[in-house]
């Protein structure tokens, strides 16, 4: 197995939180328009989050994320 390098790994975990953070960040602004906008309430978001087709689906999305993120860490660099 190839173990990536130091600069490698750092590149990637800096770039996963900062995409966390942008994700993040229009979830929360979503949830305000939509809450602002009578479409749903506070509670209905709690409930969606609680529903098991929607944590399923949550689990799926990670679960690709993170074969992606392991073929990118284990693959072999080009060039080096």
Not at 28 to 50: K, N
Not at 62 to 78: D, G, W, Y
């Amino acid at each position: 197995m190839n173990v990536p390098d130091t600069r490698r790994l750092s590149g990637l975990v800096f770039e996963l939180s900062s995409q966390l953070h942008a994700e993040r960040m229009h979830r929360i602004a979503l949830e305000a328009a939509l809450v602002r906008a009578g479409v749903l309430t506070p509670s209905v978001l709690e409930r969606m989050s609680e529903d098991e087709s929607v944590r399923d689906s949550g689990r799926r999305a990670v679960e690709e994320s993170v074969a992606r993120l392991m073929r990118v860490l284990t693959e072999p660099q080009e060039g080096g």
